[in-house]
């Protein structure tokens, strides 16, 4: 979808290469991210269609099956099943789209892992990096899926992006910064926390009321697996909820206190609730500010998968797992590369935990000083290919490259004293054919 002429105005969707194939969409000025990436992936879904249906009717290819076990014609797959059907036939799809198998491969898991974001409403991390990945996986897609209508769509919806990132952008800049330390935390200071404007009551965000919506869909389908998963994530959101709603009832609690004991001229006991509001207060502002990570900490401690389309790792980025809390060893185990290790900031220190050799962490652009200080022996990285002098650059002593099976002379070379071989216990012999007298 996307703008004829005004940015805030009307959309003209297009829905076949016809003139007159398109119809008119009104919606609000302010789309956010979310909104985006679904019309993406439904642009997308309408691109692989045609795809999808000569795959089964002239490629031999069996329809893909809903969890019902039913066949799906090409009307009735959604962007999830066309994705499936593409991963299970990559070959039959390379040859069909003409793309190469891996970049086929890479941009199916790509677009099935944000249409898991969408499908568990896990969206902190659509960001406009995010989007711009999913603009260029949609339009290379769409591009060798031979659809012009859908072509067109992405780019205007992609037009249409910019120009509202450029309006919010301005706006924000007119409008300045609030000052935050005049801001108290509060139920209205978190999205988690809100009050319904006529009985005063807390009541669920929308991103709960979105996840439970969701999990009713999956229920209709009778989607058991999404289903079950998706309840998690509902409970853990809701959870999230409840604790915030707890620390807002408390500070408003602490507040009337703090209120009742001036009035009574209770001045000691207004200092003592007075003190305790800031520990509540930054309590609060961390929850709201954590949700994302609150909710994968909450589904590791129940095992919630890691692996699968539906697992952690399609939701959450590997930087994102760490800061959760999940170990280099249990990302590998759920098929992380140590590349993707390194990016997301594990230190050499954790990839030996995870059981990775010097000669790998080497490889992967590690330094000798980051292999000494996470425990390595000398002996590993001589092994691994580092040399005399990057090891006495790391720290090493004289004596551990001696147990590594350094030379007196390999050692004198790089600038070790006399008096540090000696220490070492290189014999007399050993030092004379290092060139000492």
């Given at each position: 979808?996307?703008e004829?002429?005004n940015?805030?105005?009307p ?7 016809g003139g ?5 969409l009104?919606f ?9 990436l679904?019309r ?8 692989l269609?045609?795809s999808?249906?000569?795959?089964i009717?002239?490629?031999?290819k069996?329809?893909?099956?809903n ?24 070959p039959y ?6 793309q190469?198998?891996d970049?086929?491969s890479e941009?199916v ?8 974001k ?6 902190d ?6 989007l ?13 899926a031979r659809?012009?209508f859908v072509?067109?769509n992405v780019?205007?919806l992609?037009?249409?992006f910019?120009v509202?990132q450029?309006?919010?952008?301005d706006?924000?800049s007119?409008q ?9 935390p ?10 319904d404007a ?7 965000s929308?991103?709960?009321a979105?996840l ?15 289903g ?9 959101r ?8 707890r ?5 408003n609690?602490?507040d009337a206190?703090?209120?009742?004991a001036?009035?009574?001229d209770?001045?000691d006991?207004?200092?003592r609730i007075?003190?305790?509001l800031p ?9 709201s500010?954590?949700?994302?990570y609150y909710?994968?900490?909450y589904l590791r ?7 699968g389309?539906?697992?952690l ?8 797992l ?8 249990a990302?590998m ?5 140590l590349g993707?290790?390194k ?8 990839l030996?935990?995870a059981s990775?050799t ?6 992967e ?32 002593t004289?004596?551990a490259l001696m147990?590594?099976?350094y ?15 000696k220490?070492?216990?290189y014999?007399?012999q050993?030092?004379?054919q290092?060139?000492?007298?």
């Open positions: 979808m996307g004829d002429r940015a805030d105005g959309a003209r969707v297009l829905t076949g290469d007159n194939d398109y119809f008119t009104d609000p000025w302010e789309l956010n991210n979310t909104d985006y679904r993406v992936l439904a642009q997308l879904t309408f691109a269609r045609p999808y249906e000569k795959a009717r002239a490629g031999g069996p329809p893909v099956r969890n019902r076990g039913d066949e799906l014609q090409a009307a009735d797959v959604d962007c999830y099943y066309v994705l499936k059907h593409i991963r299970e036939h990559t799809y390379s040859k069909e789209l003409g190469g198998q970049f086929l941009a898991n790509w677009l099935n892992g944000a249409r898991n969408l499908a568990h409403e896990s969206l991390g659509v960001n406009r990096e995010y711009a990945d999913a603009f260029s996986h949609a339009k290379q897609l769409a591009s060798a659809v012009p072509q067109e780019r205007r992609q037009t249409q910019k509202h450029k309006s919010k952008q706006r924000k007119a300045g910064q609030l000052n935050a330390e005049t801001s108290l509060s139920a209205a200071a978190s999205s988690a926390v809100r009050r006529a009985t005063g009551v807390l009541s669920e929308p991103e709960l979105a439970r919506q969701k999990l009713n869909e999956y229920k209709e389908k009778g989607d058991l697996e999404n079950k998963l998706l309840k998690l994530c509902v409970d853990a809701a959870k999230y909820e409840g604790d915030c709603a620390l807002t009832s408390s500070i609690a602490s206190g703090y209120r009742k001036l009035a009574r209770d001045f006991g207004a200092k007075r003190e305790q520990e509540l207060q930054a309590r609060l502002q961390n929850l500010n954590d949700p994302k909710v994968i900490r401690d129940l095992q919630y998968p890691l692996k389309p539906e697992g790792r399609s939701l959450y980025s590997e930087g994102e760490k800061q959760a809390g999940y170990t280099a060893l990302l185990q759920a098929g992380c590369t993707q290790l990016q997301a900031g594990y230190t050499a220190q954790e030996k935990q990775y010097a000669q790998e962490l080497k490889q652009g590690y330094t000798a000083p980051e292999l000494q200080h996470a425990g390595y022996t000398a002996k590993e990285l001589r092994q691994a290919g580092y040399t005399a002098l990057q090891l006495k650059q790391a720290g090493y004289a004596l147990q590594a099976g030379t007196a002379q390999e050692l004198q070379q790089v600038g070790y004293t006399l008096q540090e071989l220490q070492a216990g014999t007399a050993e030092l004379r290092a060139g000492y007298t």
